[in-house]
């Protein structure tokens, strides 16, 4: 965790349902993902609440970006912070499931429930043509995707291994039923041993 500097807040509880509400808010303005709503949570965190300084603000960012995992997790850590600010790790941990709860609350639940109407709504022509509509676009930035993972790998006397189990990969998935974990763990075993 970020290690506070010498920084000292008092909150009550209506502080923390604000700090909730906010992030109830912003958890549905995030549609590219909450590092889009940034400048928004600095207002709020830095410039009108006061809760954390610039420096605690950035670090939250930069630590939780270089980690492994879900670039969310820098609202942990801000939540963490302002925790920490206001009292003790045990106010931290509290701050911390604040504003995970806050981001993730509406976020999910919209998923879940657009999801499950979806599904439940699946012989409708509209979710049809939704469905064959998004079709080429999430396999266009698949491809996308795919293309620039495998743009640095473009020595063929060097990395042909490499192509030739993407290539093996394509052909098992568009010709068989072989769940892609098998083939996940195919990889992770040749990646593993160096092979690929």
């Known amino acids: 965790m970020i290690a506070p500097t010498v920084f000292s807040i008092s909150m009550s509880w209506s502080d923390w349902l604000s700090m909730w509400l906010q992030y109830l808010m912003l958890s549905l303005l995030s549609i590219g993902g909450a590092v889009s709503t940034l400048p928004d949570m600095h207002r709020y965190l830095v410039d009108q609440q006061r809760w954390l300084t610039d420096a605690q603000f950035n670090a939250s960012v930069a630590i939780a970006q270089a980690a492994p995992g879900p670039n969310v997790l820098f609202i942990a850590l801000m939540g963490w912070n302002v925790g920490v600010n206001a009292g003790s790790m045990w106010t931290g941990l509290f701050g911390m499931i604040v504003a995970m709860t806050g981001i993730l609350l509406p976020s999910t639940t919209l998923t879940y429930v657009a999801a499950r109407w979806g599904h439940e709504n699946r012989d409708l022509l509209s979710v049809r043509s939704f469905k064959l509509g998004m079709a080429p676009i999430v396999i266009g930035l698949l491809l996308a995707t795919g293309w620039i993972m495998a743009a640095s790998h473009n020595s063929p006397s060097k990395d042909w291994p490499l192509w030739a189990l993407t290539a093996a990969c394509t052909l098992v998935v568009w010709r068989t039923r072989l ?18």
Do not use: P
């Open 179 to 196: 769940h892609l974990l098998w083939l996940l763990a195919i990889g992770a075993v040749l990646g593993g041993t160096g092979l690929v």
